[in-house]
């Protein structure tokens, strides 16, 4: 499950990314990052224990 959501992260952050040079979703790509670093902090908190 950690794995799943950490790269569910990397994909929001690359879509982020993607919206953030093309202007073409508005706020929610904004949105979207916020999820992205969350779920990537939460991944590094729980460190190597998570399964």
Do not use: D, K, Q, T
């Not at 952050?13 to 902090?41: D, N, R």
């Amino acid at each position: 499950m950690g794995s799943l959501l950490y790269a569910i992260a990397i994909i929001l952050v690359i879509i982020w990314a993607i919206g953030f040079f093309a202007y073409s979703a508005g706020g929610i790509i904004h949105i979207l990052l916020v999820i992205a670093i969350i779920s990537i902090l939460l991944r590094l908190i729980r460190g190597n224990n998570a399964v």
